[in-house]
C-alpha cells in the first residue's frame, strides 16, 4: 500500500509564493511518475505538473510559467514550487504517484506515461489546502 502526505499548504496573498511537498512511503522502489493536481471550487481536478523519476517534466500550459515540480528520488519526495500565486490558484492540491519500479529500469520506460490525466494514477494524497486572498 502506497501512501502520499501532502504539506506545505496555506493562505497567502495574491503574489506570494509556496512550496508544496508530497512524500510517498510504502514502496521499496522510486514512483517513475509523480504529479500534483488541483481542485478548485466547484471544478474538476486537474493535473498541473507531472515529473519522471529521470527528471523530464510536463506542466499544464497556464502554470508553467509559474508552477515547478521537483523530486528528491533519494527520499521518494515531489515538490511544487508556486510563485506569483493569484486567487485563481485557490483550491485542494493532490500528490499523485504511480508506475514503481528500479531506477535502473527507468531508462527503458520512459516519461511516457507520466501524463497530467487523472486516470493515470493510482495513488493519491489527501491534499492540502491553498487559498489566495488578500
Known amino acids: 500500500q502506497v501512501q502520499l502526505v501532502e504539506s506545505g499548504g496555506g493562505s497567502v496573498q495574491p503574489g506570494g509564493s509556496l512550496r508544496l511537498s508530497c512524500a510517498a512511503s510504502?514502496?521499496?522502489?522510486?514512483?517513475?511518475?509523480m504529479a500534483w493536481f488541483r481542485q478548485g471550487p466547484g471544478k474538476e481536478r486537474e493535473g498541473v505538473a507531472a515529473q519522471f523519476v529521470l527528471g523530464d517534466t510536463t506542466y499544464e500550459d497556464s502554470v508553467k510559467d509559474r508552477f515547478t515540480i521537483s523530486r528528491d528520488n533519494a527520499k521518494n519526495t515531489v515538490y511544487l514550487q508556486i510563485d506569483g500565486l493569484k486567487s485563481e490558484d485557490s483550491g485542494t492540491y493532490y500528490c499523485a504517484a504511480d508506475y514503481f519500479g528500479p531506477l535502473s529500469d527507468a531508462p527503458e520506460v520512459g516519461p511516457g506515461r507520466c501524463l497530467l490525466g487523472t486516470p493515470a494514477y493510482t495513488w493519491w494524497g489527501q491534499g492540502t489546502q491553498v487559498t489566495v486572498s488578500s
Open positions: 510504502g514502496k521499496s522502489y522510486s514512483a517513475y511518475c
